[in-house]
């Protein structure tokens, strides 16, 4: 190949033409594979310049095989292959480049840092150790050392490596953020805000450590000043992307309008800024004002162009994944990665959010087992931070007969989660028990939250509180048993549960499935939830002797009725129809919604969410009904949100979602009197509706496969005379089950809690 050829492919790629300059040299490199060992290093070598990882591991591999004894090209490999996280291959790669030339540098600290990046701290210490006795005041050095301490859980030779970094270079920035982190999870985000001032007097003119100040200032819960602090650096710096882009994260769980905002004007300022756009289509895929469909559609359309510049770290992939399952791209959201990659990814992230949504994506009993592996991860994660900095227990308190429980969630409110929980507070012995609740709802208090505050001993509402904080007042409370009800949902503190503020601790309602960590002992079912399988569950079951949960009157009320006949009598077709979330829909779940309709002539279905009014998002669902020859004629969306309880009237049949099965909106869907079809699992997650519906006596609606799904589906459909019947009776049907039975219930959990806290469980 002519060194002008690759010239001209050089500067394709300088120019970001990157299909061209990769074109021009593959079209040379494969007419002439034994050009010059320079052409290969230098084109692979740009490549990793570019952040072409898999094109330069490609080549190099090529050159390789070619030029066997090469160590610049075996230290390329490495590289290519560490920044592609495959990291055995890389180290192996590496290893061949010392054998090649033991003296140089470059290939040590190439594998020191992939020991870094594996967390393998011993392994990453000998090699700095050996490095920086080579050049002891190379700050940068020092500094791997100490992530290599860090690593390692030796702490304080951490700090003491960061701290020699920044001494021997004060503009060393990375340095600065290595300190104030590792400060950060040894000590406080407050106990860290003076070292980050330090750094900012070292570095007046580094707005990356300016904006790590703005960032502790709001992980010490001080929102407020974060946001005078960005304010005030508008007024001095004048209008920058990043704090712009500051701004809108500090608001972001405040006002969804300003935080807009804030996010289009950094995107305005940077708009080849992949990291700006991508939060400002995140934050208008969480935008609940206005029209909420097309701010969806917003998102997907800012979305589309930076998904392969915004990589392939657990934020912009769950971003991704968010909403590119919300609008049905199924095909996008494949590539994203498969189970296994996306679920590890994000557990070893520290994501537990974004587990739930990986709920829906479980296919084999394998998937099953790994998603509990995959929370492992991550309670082991948060298990190891935890134990850095443990609370204190205060000595037991006086016995008085009583045993005190705390419900924490940020969710006691007009939310569904209290609304299952109130019979709980309404009905408790207060004879027996004492009840505490544990809050960080962010927003104002409603009636609801007011309510019961007022039944219970104790009601903490902290919105600003730090995860280590809440946990101590937890345990100064001196609780018997503490029962988290919310998970990793927004605004909520499962990462408290780690610290064990109670001796005794459980999760109910929230979450359907194991949270990862040890530190809870409980998980509390019903008989229908309880796997079929041991090895399914971290925690040990507590088995309520009925249902998971009763109605309570500020969820399943009279102020909507019920109206009869069925639909099926008035329209002469069969309705069916969800209004389930889109996270847990797939693409098999839909093409079997799909073979339903197509076996039931003239019948419809219905979507009743906001995303209804997507355009993409009908697109994309109407494409696969109509590979099973459904016309679009025969869909309906319905774009609403928070009212969506009249439209069951217009619904014959609400066919679940699987694996991850329906919890209050199957409820909500028998309490208007539209029966659901669902498909039981293995796993407590794919159970919910099976247990609201073997406790209303309608197991013919429980199907254990989806050939089944489909035929239970498909024989109600044709049994129009049962579908009235069902309407007509199952608002009555569920009221007499024991999930209507709400003081039951209430002393049924109470008296399973004290079960546990006595040993008798």
């Known amino acids: 190949m002519s060194m002008e050829r690759f010239a001209q492919a050089e500067a394709a790629l300088k120019a970001g033409n990157r299909d061209e300059g990769i074109r021009l ?138 701290n020699l970094a920044v001494k021997l270079k004060p503009d060393y920035v990375d340095a600065w953020l290595d300190l104030t982190s590792l400060t950060a999870d040894v000590k406080s985000a407050a106990e860290t805000l003076p070292v980050l001032d330090r750094a900012v007097a070292a570095l007046v003119d580094s707005h990356r450590m300016r904006e790590a100040k703005a960032v502790m200032l709001r992980r010490a819960g001080r929102n407020k000043d974060s946001e005078d602090y960005l304010l005030s650096l508008l007024t001095e710096l004048g209008d920058q992307g990043w704090i712009h882009y500051q701004l809108g ?73 968010d909403i590119f399952v919300r609008v049905a791209d199924y095909d996008a959201a494949d590539a994203l990665g498969d189970f296994q990659h996306l679920g590890r990814l994000w557990a070893s992230n520290g994501r537990h959010t974004a587990l739930l949504s990986h709920l829906a994506r479980v296919r084999t009993p394998e998937d099953r087992r790994e998603l509990l592996h995959q929370h492992r991860i991550w309670g082991e994660l948060i298990e190891t931070a935890v134990a850095r900095r443990p609370i204190t227990h205060p000595a037991p308190r006086q016995p ?94 499962l990462t408290v549960m780690a610290y064990k503020p109670a001796p005794l601790q459980a999760s109910w309602l929230g979450y359907p499935h194991s949270a990862g960590l040890k530190a809870i002992d409980y998980l509390i079912v019903d008989p229908f939830m309880l796997p079929e399988h041991d090895g399914l569950l971290i925690e040990k079951p507590l088995v309520l002797p009925h249902g998971w949960f009763a109605l309570s ?121 539209t029966p659901v079809v669902t498909l039981v699992g293995e796993t407590l997650f794919e159970r919910l509706s099976y247990s609201s519906l073997m406790n209303g006596d309608l197991p013919e609606l429980c199907a254990r496969d989806v050939d089944g799904y489909i035929a239970a589906a498909v024989t109600l459909a044709e049994n129009p005379d049962r579908i009235i019947e069902l309407r007509a009776g199952l608002r009555e049907r569920m009221r007499n089950s024991p999930i209507g039975q709400t003081t039951q219930f209430a002393h049924d959990f109470f008296d399973l809690i004290e079960k546990a806290v006595t040993g008798k469980a």
Not at 120 to 141: D, S
Request: proline content about 5%; overall charge neutral.
């Open 249 to 321: 994260m500090t608001l972001a769980d405040f006002d969804r309008v300003r935080t807009n905002a804030y996010l289009e004007k950094a995107h305005e300022l940077e708009p080849d800024n992949a990291e700006f756009q991508m939060a400002l289509a995140e934050s208008y895929s969480r935008t609940r004002h206005g029209d909420e469909a097309q701010h969806l559609e917003r998102a997907y359309q800012l979305l589309k162009p930076v998904i392969g510049k915004a990589g392939d770290g657990a934020g912009p992939v769950k971003v991704a994944s």
């Open 400 to 493: 008085n007969g009583k045993i005190r429980v705390g419900f924490m969630s940020s969710d006691l409110r007009a939310h569904p989660v209290a609304y299952f929980s109130l019979p709980l507070f309404e009905h408790y012995d207060r004879a027996r028990f004492e009840v505490y609740c544990y809050s960080y709802y962010t927003g104002q208090e409603d009636p609801t939250q007011k309510r019961i505050a007022g039944m219970v001993e104790g009601f903490r509402w902290n919105p600003d509180i730090g995860d280590r904080d809440a946990a101590q007042l937890i345990a100064d409370d001196q609780l018997d048993m503490l029962i988290e009800l919310g998970g990793s949902t927004h605004m909520n503190k």
């Open 553 to 673: 009157a500020g969820a399943f009320n009279e102020r909507v009725a019920v109206q009869n006949p069925a639909p099926v009598a008035r329209n002469g077709y069969v309705t069916f129809g969800t209004a389930n979330n889109p996270y847990k829909y797939s693409r098999d779940l839909v093409r079997t919604w799909a073979k339903i309709l197509a076996r039931v002539p003239n019948s419809k279905f219905m979507f009743v969410r906001p995303e209804g009014g997507s355009e993409s998002f009908r697109e994309n669902l109407l494409a696969i009904f109509a590979e099973e020859g459904v016309s679009a004629d025969r869909l309906r969306f319905e774009a609403v949100r928070g009212a969506h309880l009249p439209f069951y009237n217009e619904m014959d049949i609400s066919l679940d979602t699987f694996p991850q099965t329906g919890g209050t909106t199957t409820c909500e869907s028998l309490w208007m009197g």
């Open 25 to 162: 040299t593959a079209e040379e490199l494969t007419r002439e594979p034994d050009a010059p060992v320079r052409v290969y290093q230098n084109f692979t070598a740009l490549l990793i310049r570019q952040k072409l990882y898999d094109q330069a591991q490609h080549w190099a591999e090529i050159a390789t095989s070619r030029y066997p004894r090469d160590y610049d090209l075996w230290n390329i490999l490495g590289v290519a292959l560490r920044r592609l996280n495959r990291y055995p291959e890389a180290l192996k790669a590496l290893d061949r480049a010392v054998k090649l030339n033991p003296k140089s540098m470059t290939a040590h600290i190439n594998r020191g840092n992939i020991f870094n990046d594996m967390k393998n701290g011993p392994a990453a210490i000998e090699v700095f150790t050996r490095i920086l006795r080579q050049g002891p005041t190379n700050a940068e050095h020092q500094r791997s050392l100490g992530r290599a301490f860090w690593n390692a859980g030796d702490l304080e030779k951490a700090e003491m490596r960061f």
